[in-house]
Every structure is written in C-alpha cells, then in structure tokens.
C-alpha cells in the first residue's frame, strides 16, 4: 500500500490567496483527520470524517478554513483567504474503523504564507 | 476533556546509555495510550500502543512503555538507544476515535 498521500509537499503562497491541501487516505480506512504542527501549538486536530462525513470540526480555527471530503478516497483542506499565522505543517491521517484509534498519517504539507 | 503532558521537551543521552521519556495525562474516562515517532521531515509513525491488558507494552525496535493507572503515566523506555532513534516522540491519548496529542519530546543521540 502507498500509505496516505498528500500534495502537495511544500506550498508558498501570498497572504490573501487560497490554499487547497489535498490528501489520499489509505485504501479501506474509515475515518479521516486533519491535523496542523506548528512550534508554537504542537500538533492540533483540525477535524475528522469518518465515511466522508464530518463529525468533528471543533478544532477548525475558524471560517477562513474549510474541509471536505467528497469521497472515500479524496479529502481537501482550503483556506481562504491565507493568512501569515497560516504557516504550519499540516497533516493527513487515515484510520481503519474498529483499531482503537491507530492513525497512518501523510508525510505533510509544509505551508509558508507570506 | 483529556490532556497530554510530556515534561521533557528536549532529551540529549549518549549512545547506548538508557533513557526515559515521561508523560503523564488526565482523562476522566477510560483511555487508550500511544506513543508516536516523528523522523525529520516525516509523518508520524505508531511506534507502540496501550489499549487493555499486559500494562507493559514493546515496539519491535526495543522501545517499552508502562500503562500506571494510579500515576496516570505511560512513560516510554529503551535501554539502550542508538543515532537511528534521534527523532521526535509524541505521547497522546485515545477517546472517541480522537488521539489528543503531548507537544512532543525531542531526542537526541550523542555519539
């Protein structure tokens, strides 16, 4: 299996442009969650699908963020518009239903907003 | 609500020498435990889990880590670590299909 996919890898964008991740979860994993790394925050939840719907989005820091995911197989992040305090890393992680929890995540996308 | 606490932000150990990365949490239900490892510019990767019985639990790379319900811990231990383990270690805890996450411990090996 290829593991989660993620593109792309590195994005440098202008404050005020619109940002889309994208993220391939692993073939057959239920659930889907946004994660964000940053030095200052650690790493936080952004939201979770589990079978394409959204149940979790508490941790979306606000409106300029938005997911979804259309199906088993595709998900997007899109901020807009991007701000400088946008810049993290943010992850993609898939889990298989019925594992306790056992998250595959995506080798991230690096985010610079300038 | 749950939260992770990992004292230790930064652990420099000689290679070969022990070590022990500390984290605690607090939940008021039941819990799933992990620890996470995060390689430079890499995802992380599930390096162990705690989810019922034997309270002492072991990575395939040596790595073991005990569930103390009464300390609320589930420190993480090697006896003897190597350069290949320099990285970042994240403890987090399980609840509702959701891992809250510690904000990490870096280890570095000296040579």
């Known amino acids: 299996d290829a593991g989660v996919i993620q593109s792309p890898r590195h994005e440098v964008t202008e404050m005020g442009q619109e940002v889309t991740l994208r993220c391939k979860p692993i073939?057959?994993?239920?659930?889907l969650f946004w994660y964000r790394q940053t030095m200052m925050r650690g790493l936080e939840l952004l939201i979770y699908f589990n079978n394409n719907v959204p149940i979790d989005d508490s941790g979306m820091p606000e409106d300029r963020f938005s997911a979804k995911m259309p199906n088993a197989s595709f998900s997007t992040l899109k901020i807009q518009p991007s701000e400088p305090r946008d810049s993290a890393v943010y992850f993609c992680a898939s889990s298989p239903s019925g594992t306790s929890y056992e998250q595959y995540f995506g080798p991230g996308t690096r985010l610079t907003v300038t | 609500a749950q939260s992770v606490t990992q004292l230790d932000s930064q652990v420099p150990v000689f290679e070969e020498a022990p070590v022990e990365l500390r984290c605690n949490y607090s939940?008021?239900?039941?819990?799933?435990l992990f620890w996470y490892v995060q390689y430079p510019n890499q995802g992380l990767q599930l390096l162990l889990k705690?989810?019922?019985?034997?309270?002492l639990v072991e990575s395939i790379n040596g790595f073991e880590a005990e569930f103390n319900k009464s300390q609320t811990s589930f420190h993480l231990r090697k006896p003897s670590v190597h350069i290949s383990d320099t990285a970042e270690y994240f403890c987090?805890?399980?609840?509702?299909?959701?891992?809250?996450f510690g904000t990490g411990t870096r280890l570095t090996i000296i040579p």
């Open positions: 705690y989810l019922s019985g034997s309270t």
């Open positions: 987090a805890v399980g609840v509702s299909e959701k891992l809250t």
């Open positions: 073939s057959g994993h239920n659930s």
């Open positions: 939940s008021s239900v039941s819990v799933y």
